[in-house]
């Protein structure tokens, strides 16, 4: 359901081999997300991990359809909402799986007369489960698979309750259904689990390591992580942790690009939570990490090179601007309001700058007052020399 691979090269990576993707883009996605409602959506699949099972007794049975009919709806929601995130957003659409995974045992309900006819096909036409599949002008069309009958369920509505059964195979298909229930319904909980671990943890996490508004060093890094899971660790809930979650296997493939081939990493993620964790390292690694822009907010990805507080989106109402274009200059202004050091070095600087375009003072003599402003300016904010000294010598 949540299975695809990725196939890494230097700062670029391929999903399933195909879709390309620049390290951090993903992560970047996810970040900008309030991800609202996701925690209520783990709770109703904690209750499903409850309640849907096949029922036990007669008094269970009542609501046994109900909460089947309802199951099947919530997580085919549920498959619709992650179906709109990256990557999963270039994936053909299916259903949660919920319906397939009862009809395989529809033995144990009742099948009236309005259940719909199951179209059947030869299975010995075809070598693979690919080439069962078509293409028509909609693209790739998956067929259900087949099941042990010639009906598809309309209802549930269960036949005789668990603890009536006396037949050994029906009891068996009874304990399946519930395995294969039980092991759905973890699939969903571990992902809701893996979004809720974006904003509870990789966002802190991440602006921890900007704290010091530059890349660090791997030493730093490992400081910093340290630090921040001796903390998480002591957190009960599993998405209050920076781990991974699911299984990930790694094999080294060559990937065929249009005009030559790639050695490549290639990772298979069992789940997007698995996935994510190797993108936040990876990009600490290679230095492409998400950071939220300090003028507009928003998330984006910095590149290895060069480090900014800021993006280079448009700003709304000046498309000529960008964020960086703006960003730094609302920096330098706030800097001259709040810090009496800065304000008095600007105001040093452009009474010498006037004197300099006065013919006052030559480029020479200007140049040489400016390199000992710089001096002074870091002095004062070590505290190396008094204010009121620093004051006198920006004057003179």
Known sequence: MTEFDA???????????TKEYTL????????QKSFKGVKDKLGCCKEYLRLLHYPETRTQMADCEYIFTEAVSFFDRAEEYIHALPPYNSFPLRDSGLYDIINRHSVLFEIDDNEIEHEWFDYDKFDSYDDYNEDDDRGTVYHEPMYEHDRMLTSFSP??????????????????????????????????EDLLRVKRVYEPFLEKIHSREEFLTNEEIAEMLDEFNSEANKKLNPYDKLIPSGTMTLSYKV?????????????HFSTIGGFLYIELFKGLQHRYLPRKCDY?????????????????????????????????????????????????????YKAHYARYLKKKMTQAEFQKWADYAIVLRNKALEGEIEYDEYVREMKK
Not at 172 to 185: G, M, R, T
């Open 7 to 17: 196939f890494y090269f230097e700062e670029k990576f391929y999903i399933n081999g």
């Open 159 to 192: 036949g005789d309750p668990l603890d009536e059964m006396d037949d050994p195979d029906m009891i068996d298909e009874v304990l399946k259904l519930n395995a294969e229930l039980k092991d759905f319904i973890y699939h969903y909980i571990t992902l809701f």
């Open 24 to 31: 951090g883009s993903i992560l970047e996605k996810y970040l």
């Open 296 to 348: 507009c907010g928003r998330y984006f990805v910095l590149e290895r090179g060069f480090y900014s507080n800021y993006c280079k989106r448009p700003v709304k109402g000046q498309p000529d601007k960008t964020c960086r274009d703006l960003g730094h200059r609302k920096k330098f202004n706030d800097k001259l309001k709040t810090d009496p050091i800065w304000n008095v070095y600007h105001k040093g």
């Open 255 to 267: 990937l065929k690009r249009k005009k030559t081939s790639v050695l490549c990493e290639n990772y």
